[in-house]
């Protein structure tokens, strides 16, 4: 059974970085085709994919974001964590963390409970 | 970037067949996938790669894709398919991931 549950502060001050992990279980980020993925939601409005980590620890990032985010895999304790840098209010928002299981589909199948993030000084 | 298209709302009594489209350029040629999310609950993908169902999912939910627009067919509706949908592809030029705009579903 595959879980994720995403884990981090829930308030952030304006400027400052923040991480958020994700630890999951059920599956190994060792295994060919397999990405997790970030995806944020602000209060009421819709899914923003933001990073995704592949099996073989190559890296994709939303281009407007990209200069914010990093996101890396620790293998060992099956964990993938999410840096994003100059925080600001309007990045209040639940963000999830989620499993693809394949390259040859590009969805996410298992997702996290997500966690809300309030940015606020 | 690439953009996906929703209709903001779609309305529909019990028993009666709801349609959300999603709109992007050329999207035939792309594999598209759906989520149904609940208040306060994270995301379900409903149907993936145009028409696939997950194990679980009823056959009342059900996916088209051609030309510049992918939809998702909900047959004999249930208050319970009450919820927000968003559509989601991969952008192989761009190598990134995209979510649509989302739809609310009223079952009336």
């Known amino acids: 059974q595959i879980t994720l549950k995403e884990s981090g502060p829930t308030l952030v001050k304006p400027t400052q970085t923040f991480t958020l992990t994700c630890t999951f279980s059920g599956f190994s980020l060792n295994t060919g085709g397999v990405g997790v993925g970030w995806i944020r939601q602000p209060p009421g409005k819709a899914l923003e994919w933001l990073a995704l980590?592949?099996?073989?620890?190559?890296?994709r990032y939303s281009p407007s974001l990209k200069s914010r985010l990093t996101i890396t895999k620790d293998t060992s304790k099956n964990q993938v964590v999410l840096t994003m840098t100059n925080m600001d209010p309007v990045d209040t928002a639940t963000y999830y963390c989620?499993?693809?299981?394949?390259?040859?589909?590009?969805?996410?199948?298992?997702w996290g409970q997500g966690t809300l993030v309030t940015v606020s000084s | 970037s690439y953009v996906l298209t929703q209709p903001p709302s779609v309305s529909v009594a019990p028993g009666q067949t709801a349609r959300i489209t999603c709109g992007g350029y050329k999207i035939g040629g792309k594999s598209v996938h759906w989520y149904q999310q609940k208040p306060g609950q994270a995301p379900v993908v409903v149907v993936h790669?145009?028409?696939d169902r997950p194990s679980g999912i009823p056959e009342r939910f059900s996916g088209s894709n051609s030309g510049n627009t992918a939809t998702l067919t909900i047959s004999r509706v249930e208050a319970g398919d009450e919820a927000d949908y968003f559509c989601?592809?991969?952008?192989?030029?761009?190598?990134?991931?995209?979510f649509g705009t989302g739809t609310k579903v009223t079952v009336l």
């Open positions: 790669d145009d028409s």
């Open positions: 989601q592809v991969w952008d192989s030029n761009s190598d990134h991931y995209v």
């Open positions: 980590i592949y099996w073989d620890n190559d890296k």
């Open positions: 989620a499993h693809q299981y394949s390259s040859s589909s590009r969805h996410f199948d298992y």
